[in-house]
């Protein structure tokens, strides 16, 4: 009830503060336009037919976030979750898991095909430039995975001096961590370069409850660009990067429970990749871009998971432990080549094919321990290791086309179209096992004895077209009115596919006929940049089918499933970003999302209960005034959710995290010769209100970080 009470209090103060410094606006310089590539294209953001929200540069470099994940947790539409860990971040768009929400870095994705929780942001925030997020289905324009949307994270490239240098050094009082960057570039006659690196270590986190072990992370990242202009119209290039990370995981209630140990250990999460590009401008009065692109990118991921029960009776007592390491690597080639066209002085198109090859190599062993005792006599022994291993590709080629044709009375017209093939195959999976089980009835022994414990080997071809269809009318100054339909579909991975997986205490099996999933999607919105306000609203509506659930595998015990296409989810809500710009000094602001989601299963059951909450908002008051020779800064704001409720069919059972609204305060200090240089403090989390973002683990208390940056 005191949340409840807070929010409610918070909340009305910041709605009155916001209502009383917009009443007195004064006219200050128009905000500057902001350029993204959303469309694939280079548009001004009032241009793109799409949601869009943009973290730009200067928001990154300000910003204390320890990962991609933190910098995106005040996107309206956009929710983060962590698996236990604080170094390990996932997103969901508009209510979809991170499955089905694509990952791209500079436009090429991070694929997964080996986890129950989808792709990672494996970056580091000091090597990205800004992160464009598309929020709605985008698989016309970037393919399968992209039913909630997009974040596509763009690096820095470059410089537009001969020499530039940036550097930071910081300290995040969430797990008293210390994390160093720096960055080095420029553009010297057309040779355009940049080497980038960081170091992040973070300890375990604090929270309102006192520390909570397993929860400490370290991560580091080295970048490097070159590409050289040949001419106005022609240029090539080249970028390699690494990111590794060293990441626990807990779960604050096996802590306390003295009779249950659990902990997850990642040892090794590494990304390495290397990209080649050539581009082409202006070619001719019609080919007005070409671009090539390829890259080699290897996903590699060592980890351990630990899981140990007691029970004690006065009839028995049992141990078991299951302590699984597994090691993944994905390998992905990928190129795509797209070409720009003007057809006229009404008519843009652009055309693309995309090649994706990933190749999955994972192993795992997995020692289980189970012993049972009634009084000194031995009733269970069970101790063996099995070794799995899995080897298969997915290959995925695309063609598609967009247009956009300007019609009378300020209406553009958006329309595209992308077809799919997709083969999925798995040549190898096998599973030996080693040790002994014992039962009054005998012992077995098992010595490198097959077991149906990894998957089945097999091969599938899937193939679909989308389409998508919007409008723009831009028919006031500085205002753009959209509405779209469009389609997305998402192709199951290897894992749901192929593969067997033990987690969470059952057993999944693949199935090789799942179809794709598939939705449909419509949006309107408004954008408007003036004087006084800046301002992005839309409202959606998303139809889901098909989607992939799971169900007890009959015949084979309560907690044996297999995946399969029963589910199907409604969702639809409203999203606000809403800047006011008093004078030059005052900016007060809002961003807020409430999003509804009903799941419906294949058994008729349907719930809002889905695990999204129904409001999330940042909302506050940035200030920007001259002081000795500098800038000063502050920005005094609220972070507000409702609670999430997930139910589960298999349980029959509703989990509950409570809602939160966090009070924060962020200030800094530009100086030095073209304010290059800055020294930003914040105070997170004033009131020390214990919440989280999942039942695993919660987030922090109250804390402070500060950070010193220079660029030259």
């Known amino acids: 009830m005191t949340s409840k009470i807070q929010t409610i209090k918070y909340s009305a103060a910041a709605a009155a503060l916001i209502a009383a410094f917009s009443s007195q606006a004064q006219e200050v310089q128009k905000a500057a336009e902001v350029t993204v590539t959303a469309g694939r294209i280079e548009q001004q953001l009032l241009d793109v037919p799409m949601s869009v929200s943009v973290l730009t540069q200067e928001e990154i470099r300000n910003s204390s976030a320890r990962n991609i994940g933190e910098l995106l947790s005040d996107v309206p539409g956009v929710e983060v979750t962590g698996d236990g860990s604080q170094g390990l971040k996932r997103v969901q768009i508009r209510g979809e898991d991170a499955f089905r929400s694509l990952i791209l870095i500079d436009g090429q994705r ?38 909630g949307g997009v974040i596509n994270i763009i690096t ?52 309102p409850l006192g520390y909570q072990n397993g929860t400490d992370f370290r991560q580091k990242n080295l970048g490097a660009f070159l590409s050289y202009d040949f001419n106005e119209h022609f240029t090539v290039g080249m970028s390699a990067d690494t990111f590794d990370s060293d990441i626990n995981s807990s779960s604050w209630d096996y802590e306390q429970d003295p009779d249950n140990e659990f902990f997850v250990r990642i040892p090794k999460w590494k990304r390495d990749k290397v990209a080649l590009f050539a581009e082409g401008k202006d070619l001719t009065s019609y080919l007005t871009r070409v671009r090539w692109d390829g890259f080699w990118q290897n996903n590699h991921k060592q980890m351990r998971n630990y899981v140990g029960a007691s029970v004690r009776t006065p009839m028995y007592n049992m141990n078991v432990v ?37 190749t999955l190599k994972a192993s795992t062993d997995a020692a289980f321990t189970q012993k049972m005792k009634m009084g000194p006599m031995t009733m269970l022994d069970t101790d063996y290791v099995t070794n799995r291993y899995v080897e298969g590709k997915e290959i995925t080629n695309a063609v598609f086309a967009a247009m956009e044709t300007e019609l009378p009375m300020d209406f553009t017209m958006n329309y595209g179209v992308r077809y799919t093939f997709v083969n999925s195959k798995l040549t190898n999976a096998s599973a ?30 899937e193939s679909r077209p989308v389409f998508n269809l919007g409008f723009i009318w831009k028919g006031i100054e500085d205002t753009s009115i959209r509405a779209q339909w469009s389609q997305g579909f998402r192709v199951p991975n290897l894992q749901e596919k192929f593969l067997i997986n033990s987690m969470g205490g059952g ?24 004087t006084y306000v800046d301002a992005d609203f839309s409202v959606f509506y998303n139809l889901a089918d098909d989607y992939i659930s799971t169900e007890i595998l009959s015949g084979s015990g309560s907690d044996v499933y297999r995946y399969v296409n029963a589910d199907k989810a409604k969702t639809f809500g409203t999203e606000l970003s809403l800047n006011f710009k008093v004078n030059e000094y005052i900016n007060p602001y809002a961003f807020f999302s409430v999003i509804r989601r009903k799941t419906e299963w294949a058994n008729g059951v349907s719930t809002y209960d889905s695990g999204t909450p129904a409001f999330t908002a940042r909302y506050g008051l940035r200030t920007d005034v001259p002081l000795f020779n500098g800038r000063w800064t502050t920005d005094t704001y609220l972070r507000s959710s409702t609670a999430k409720k997930t139910y589960s069919v298999s349980s029959d059972e509703t989990t509950r995290i409570a809602g939160y609204t966090t009070f924060n305060f962020a200030t800094a200090y530009h100086f030095g010769p073209k304010k290059a240089y800055s020294a930003n403090f914040e105070v997170l989390n004033i009131t020390n209100q214990l919440y989280g973002y999942e039942t695993s683990i919660y987030e922090p208390g109250r804390r402070v970080n500060f950070k010193l940056s220079a660029k030259y």
Do not use: C
């Open 110 to 147: 991070v694929s997964e095909h080996k986890s129950m929780s989808g792709p990672a942001l494996l970056i580091d925030p000091s090597s990205v430039e800004r992160i464009e997020v598309i929020k709605g289905p985008a698989s016309v324009l970037y393919g399968s995975d992209a039913i």
């Open 156 to 207: 820095k490239k470059g410089g537009k001096k001969p020499f530039e240098a940036e550097a930071s050094v910081g300290w995040n009082g969430a797990g008293h961590g210390w994390e160093e960057s720096i960055s080095l570039g420029g553009d010297y006659k057309g040779l355009k370069y940049r080497l980038n690196a960081g170091y992040q270590s973070h300890g375990d986190i604090k929270t």
């Open 322 to 358: 299951t302590d699984s390491v597994a090691n993944n690597k994905i390998r992905t080639l990928g190129t795509s080549l797209q070409a720009d066209w003007q057809l006229g002085d009404n008519n843009t198109l652009i055309t693309g094919y995309e090649f994706t090859q990933d």
């Open 432 to 461: 030996l096992r080693n040790g002994h089980r014992t039962t009054p009835a005998g012992t077995t022994n098992y010595v490198n004895t097959p077991v149906d414990d990894a998957g089945s080997v097999g091969s599938n071809n």
């Open 507 to 530: 057993t999944v099996y693949g199935n090789p006929n799942l179809k794709p999933e598939k939705s449909n999607n419509f949006e309107i919105g408004a954008r408007y940049s003036g």
